[in-house]
């Protein structure tokens, strides 16, 4: 197969590994990770990429969307002419983990929990998403406005103390892959959490969502493909988490 990978640039050593050994001709561009500090933005920059692509003439079998949910910014986006191809994950964290299982165990009590990856490291200085003034917090954004709009205000507020509880959490993680591992950023990665006052967790990651991505190994359970003329919905749940928006 012949495909396109529009990824995060988060992953891009993850993500070369895997295209080095894949069976698949496989052309990449990346994005910024700062992007994710604005997720209409981040949204409308994936779709105008997706766009470009199939304006440029090349004939793909399928567009590979190496990205999570991602404070919705993945929710909306419309696949033309070329099926899409995207992980089922809320966000980095479950595609560096391996899994949602693993994202559930991890995280389940606490998903706020900061982390880190090498490609964290090496892109940005911040663990996950930052507020505008960069401090390390998870960002809102367009996911408490999406419930807002499906639930209405107070059965949003409700909701989304359920899905983001305060537990006194003061973890900071970072997810150790063995593919980057020799570049030694778990010990920077440990300078960084005690300077935000956290105390540092190493979680073995997984590099198989991202091989089984670019492979085109694409299990329904682990990945969703939005046919041409279709758009993705957001589920919200910790199965599912994206599907093909009803018509």
């Known amino acids: 197969m012949l495909l396109k990978l529009i990824s995060c640039n988060v992953f ?46 090349k004939a793909y079998d399928a567009i590979l969307l190496l990205f999570g ?19 089922r994950a809320h ?6 983990l391996g899994s949602r299982a693993k994202f559930a165990e991890h995280f389940g009590d606490a998903p706020s929990t900061p982390f880190s990856s090498a490609g964290y490291i090496e892109r940005g200085n911040y663990f996950l998403r930052t507020s505008d003034d960069g401090a390390p917090e998870v960002q809102v954004g367009d996911a408490y406005k999406a419930l807002i709009e499906k639930y209405g205000e107070e059965d949003a507020k409700y ?18 892959l063995p593919q980057t591992a020799h570049l030694g950023y778990a010990a920077r990665f440990r300078e960084k959490a005690a300077a935000a006052g956290k105390q540092p967790v190493e979680l ?5 969502l991202i091989e089984g991505l670019i492979h085109g190994h694409w299990d329904p359970k682990e990945y ?14 910790w199965e599912e988490v994206i599907r093909v928006k009803k018509a």
């Open 12 to 57: 891009q050593r993850e993500a070369s590994w895997c295209i080095a050994r894949s069976p698949q001709v496989v052309d990449v561009e990346y994005t910024e990770l700062g992007e994710h500090v604005r997720s209409a933005g981040l949204r409308q920059l994936i779709q105008s990429r997706i766009d470009a692509t199939e304006a440029g003439g």
């Open 69 to 87: 949910l991602c404070g919705n910014a993945t929710v909306g986006l419309q696949a033309r002419k070329t099926p899409l191809v995207i992980p």
């Open 91 to 96: 966000d980095c964290c479950t595609i560096l």
């Open 159 to 176: 909701i989304w103390a359920e899905m983001h509880p305060d537990h006194g959490n003061d973890r900071a993680v970072f997810i150790e």
């Open 204 to 208: 073995p990651g997984n590099i198989r």
């Open 224 to 237: 969703l493909t939005i046919p041409p003329g279709k758009a993705t919905e957001g589920v919200y749940d």
